[in-house]
């Protein structure tokens, strides 16, 4: 299927084919992204970036990816200063920016945001995270560094750990990592455990998810380590929280009883559930999961506007 | 003694099956206040030949548009409407539920687009007719209580 014009507002639109697509050209791109190759494929084409919310990885990401193939952008960064704070819906501001723009990149405190964008808008949406739902962009960059960094996803063992409750990237990252037939272990304290929604979708594609509040017992066997942050807020006594975000913690001694060529992933920002020291290790993989953001833009990007290097 | 209870109408609609209970809530999601002009007769738990017990409401002088009958299908799924035109049944059918429901129901997550002020109608994919599953178009939300948010 071609992907020129099309919205990418959910993961769920999208079918493996696709995303693999999208995977194969991020691979090709990496060079790109990183500056040691260059191209002008977005020549004269205009990304318009509209951030509605704080954004510092997703929105320099976007940047960063229209840039390197020689288009450029247009930006809502500071809402307060656009016309939405005069009470224009969102309706309108997108009618109007898809005259100044070739494809919108929508950041927006409400879930559902970028589909209703996507109906009122003639040219290419591209979510990158509304509210608590979806944020597929992210969803296709852990995936292809799972594939990169872990050599392959189907059969790996990946344990993702940490607030899976409330956290919006594990929901589609676990949907899209059952759908390429990696093995799933969920590790969080019982409150804050996957949804029941997202187990029940797992299982009927065939997964059975495990399930564990314990991430010493689960270890051992796990090739991706994907950790999320457990917000404090979440626990109505501090005291508990200190317990809970404590057990949750990866440092070098937990590292010990891991495989060794374990890949750490974290969506960032982290505070304290992965240790500094950890980030000298081999199994660090997170700061090249955020650079990644960059190849997958980019590869979205030249896919629904259709370009070539 | 005659062996009904409400003596039958000469035009208007009769919403008959509909579960047990759920007869006020019709009565609200089709606009039934009072300041309606004409008489409106409500059954409620009357013996059903179909499935033990239900309620019946009669409402003169008016016929339900589609999306009416819509929402009435959420609440009541197994509800039948009869259009009466001078004492005679004119026209018989089951309300179903459509595939898509289209602006009838609000979606329950606050934080949704489509409970801000866009010029947008609510949408919701029917993923299951018993039990009434719907999942919002927009925020993908699986919706809870479905009968207290029709509009």
């Known amino acids: 299927m071609s992907f020129k014009g099309a919205d990418v507002v959910s993961i769920r639109d999208l079918s493996r084919e696709q995303i693999e697509q999208v995977m194969d050209l991020a691979e090709k791109l990496v060079p790109y992204a990183t500056g040691e190759k260059s191209t002008r494929a977005m020549e004269g084409k205009i990304l318009g970036n509209l951030f509605f919310e704080p954004s510092t990885r997703t929105r320099l990401s976007f940047e960063s990816a229209m840039v390197r193939l020689g288009g450029r952008f247009i930006e809502i960064a500071q809402p307060q200063s656009s016309s939405v704070v005069k009470g224009e819906t969102l309706a309108d501001t997108v009618r109007m920016v898809e005259g100044y723009a070739d494809a919108i990149v929508l950041r927006h405190p409400h879930e559902g945001a970028a589909r209703l964008a996507a109906k009122y808008c003639s040219k290419p949406v591209i979510n990158a995270g509304d509210g608590a739902g979806q944020h597929p962009t992210q969803t296709i960059l852990d995936l292809f560094t799972i594939r990169q960094q872990a050599k392959g996803i189907a059969d790996k063992n990946v344990v993702l750990v940490g607030d899976l409750k409330y956290g919006r990237t594990a929901h589609s990252l676990a949907e899209a990592l059952g759908m390429f037939g990696a093995n799933l272990t969920f590790v969080a304290p019982p409150l804050l455990q996957m949804p ?50 404590g057990s949750y913690r990866v440092d070098n001694s937990l590292l010990r009883e891991t495989k060794k060529d374990l890949v750490i992933m974290h969506p960032l920002p982290r505070v304290d559930e992965i240790a500094p020291e950890v980030d000298h290790t081999d199994n660090a993989k997170y700061f090249h999961q955020a650079f990644n953001g960059v190849p997958v833009r980019m590869a979205l990007i030249m896919l629904v506007l259709g370009g070539e290097l | 003694m005659k062996d009904f209870r409400v003596t039958p109408i000469r035009n208007g609609t009769v919403i008959d099956h509909i579960d047990c209970g759920q007869a006020l809530k019709v009565l609200r999601i089709i606009g039934i206040t009072d300041s309606v002009r004409s008489t409106v007769s409500v059954l409620l738990h009357v013996p059903s030949k179909k499935d033990g017990w239900k309620d019946v409401i009669k409402v003169e002088d008016r016929e339900l548009d ?16 009869n259009i009466i035109r001078d004492f005679n049944v004119a026209e018989k059918f089951n309300v179903k539920l459509p595939d898509v429901a289209k602006g009838i ?47």
């Not at chain 1, 009927?204 to 991430?215: A, E, F, V």
């Not at chain 1, 999320?228 to 929280?241: A, G, N, V």
Request: proline content about 6%; some cysteine; glycine content about 2%.
């Open chain 2, 105 to 151: 129901v609000r979606c329950g997550n606050p934080n949704c687009i489509t409970n801000m002020d866009e010029p947008v109608e609510t949408e919701f994919i029917v993923e299951s007719k018993d039990p009434i599953v719907l999942r919002c178009l927009y925020c993908d939300r699986i919706q809870e209580d479905v009968a207290d948010r029709v509009v």
């Open chain 1, 196 to 245: 029941k929604e997202t187990i029940k979708h797992l299982e009927k594609s065939g997964i059975t998810p495990r399930l564990s509040s314990s991430l010493a017992e689960v270890i051992s066997d796990a090739d991706v380590l994907y950790v999320t942050r457990i917000q404090r807020e979440r626990f109505p006594d501090p005291s508990e929280y200190i317990k809970v975000a």
């Open chain 2, 66 to 81: 589609t999306k009416e009958v819509d929402k009435i299908s959420l609440i009541a799924p197994k509800a039948t409407i």
